[in-house]
């Protein structure tokens, strides 16, 4: 159980270009799903928080209009990366997590995104 | 400031040698501290969830305990399959209902056979 699956999982584009990734929750339904990047031997950085049906929370120094998040539905969020540059090169990851924080259920992880920009 | 810590920050053992990680925190009230296993290319694999002082969870080779400042996650006779990177995360009380996660920077396992 508690399968989160990410797409696409490998992204190679031109600088400029706008890339979207989704993720998904498979088997359950995700009330709070979150943005992470990670850099080379580095841990998760959380970009932002993303409940559905509502605005996502974005960490600081994260920029909202570079990093669009729509979370339309209980099983679904999507990042947009928009005009990608080579500096947004990274591994992107989602997780997904169902019920309330008070439940401090835990987060699980989409096999992440590499986006190469070139 | 909520912190947490890993350390070492990498470990090598030879198949069979038992030891373990560590996993200090600072938060103004824990709700839950988690590990993770993190493969090369992959996103990090849920493995436990501790809630308060005293608790342990086991899983095949692993154990995973907790005190009020820190947690450790013990392997026993560790296998070349269980070389990956090993992440702590803390969800503090202050986050409200985000569920946000402080991680560690996380221990780098290898198994030699």
């Known amino acids: 159980g508690a399968v989160v699956s990410q797409h696409p999982s490998r992204v190679i584009c031109k600088s400029g270009t706008s890339v979207k990734i989704e993720c998904r929750s498979l088997?359950?339904?995700?009330?709070?799903m979150f943005w992470y990047r990670q850099f080379p031997k580095q841990s998760l950085m959380l970009m932002a928080t993303s409940n559905e049906g509502s605005k996502a929370t974005y960490e600081q120094g994260v920029e909202k209009d570079k990093f669009l998040i729509n979370h339309a539905s209980l099983t679904l969020s999507t990042l947009t990366v928009t005009s990608a540059h080579p500096e947004d090169s990274s591994f992107y990851i989602c997780s997904a997590r169902e019920g309330s924080a008070a439940l401090s259920q835990p987060q699980h992880f989409g096999d992440g995104t590499r986006l190469s920009i070139l | 400031e909520d912190q947490v810590t890993q350390s070492p920050e990498a470990l090598r053992l030879q198949e069979g040698e038992s030891s373990s990680l560590n996993c200090s925190y600072t938060?103004?009230?824990?709700?839950?501290l988690f590990w993770y296993r993190q493969d090369p290319g992959k996103g990090p694999e849920f493995l436990f969830t501790l809630y308060s002082a005293g608790e342990e969870k086991e899983k095949e080779r692993l154990k995973a305990t907790l005190t009020k400042k820190e947690s450790f996650l013990h392997i026993t006779a560790p296998k070349p399959e269980d070389s990956a990177t090993y992440l702590c995360?803390?969800?503090?009380?202050?986050?409200?209902?985000?569920?946000?996660?402080?991680f560690g920077q996380g221990t780098t396992l290898q198994v030699k056979p």
């Open positions: 938060v103004s009230g824990l709700r839950g």
């Open positions: 995360a803390v969800q503090a009380r202050e986050t409200g209902n985000t569920g946000k996660l402080i």
């Open positions: 088997d359950f339904q995700a009330t709070t």
